[in-house]
């Protein structure tokens, strides 16, 4: 069964940094782009980026380029979404997904979702 | 940049259908896939490129796709169909989500 698991919910205060992960499973990590997708309370879906685990290659949207990182480790089958210094409205639940293969293609599976809380 | 314009809300009967619009110039032209997301859940793809069916959905999901509106019909709605509907599209090298359409089953 093809997978994706995120980390845990994370509680956090304003400037302090965060990495949150999603683990694939039932498939080869390396041939399928993951994309990272926010969704702010209540709100709708916003793409965020993505990354080809075989080599790193990464594209952000241009909404989120400069406000974090995205990377992954092939040998571990995991991908990751990193923030150097958070702030109050970045409190969002984060899914990733695999991209199926074609540039316009679709995301499936998702992950469960993490949410990140970022109060003072 | 490219926009995707979805309605608040679509209302259907128990049992009828429901048509779920999603806008935008000669989306026509490109392909839109369609995801569900029921409340405290993560999103699930329903129809891919316009027309097709992921295996699990049930045949009552059905997309379309031409000049400037790509539409989700729902057949014979449920109860359990009750969600937040979203279409998404790649434009210039980046992925688009429409509005978002929350359907109430009556």
């Known amino acids: 069964e093809v997978q994706l698991v995120q980390s845990g919910a994370e509680v956090k205060k304003p400037g302090e940094s965060l990495k949150i992960s999603c683990k694939a499973s039932g498939y080869n990590f390396t041939s399928y782009w993951v994309v990272w997708v926010r969704q702010m309370p209540g709100k709708g879906l916003e793409w965020m980026g993505i990354i080809f685990p075989t080599d790193s290659d990464t594209r952000y949207s241009p909404s989120f380029e400069g406000q974090v990182t995205i990377s992954a480790d092939k040998s571990i089958s995991t991908a990751y979404l990193e923030w150097s210094s958070l702030k109050a409205s970045d409190t969002a639940i984060y899914y990733c997904a695999r991209k199926f293969t074609g540039y316009d293609s679709y995301f499936d599976p998702w992950g469960q979702g993490t949410l990140v809380t970022v109060s003072s | ?106």
């Open chain 2, 1 to 106: 940049s490219y926009d995707l314009t979805q309605p608040l809300s679509v209302s259907v009967a128990l049992g009828q259908t429901a048509s779920i619009s999603c806008g935008g110039k000669n989306i026509g032209s490109k392909n839109v896939h369609w995801y569900q997301q029921k409340p405290g859940q993560a999103p699930v793809l329903v129809t891919y490129k316009d027309d097709n069916r992921p295996s699990g959905i049930p045949e009552r999901f059905s997309g379309s796709n031409s000049g400037n509106t790509a539409t989700l019909t729902i057949s014979r709605a449920q109860a359990g169909d009750e969600a937040d509907y979203f279409c998404q599209l790649w434009d210039n090298s980046n992925y688009i989500f429409g509005t978002g359409t929350k359907v109430t089953v009556l």
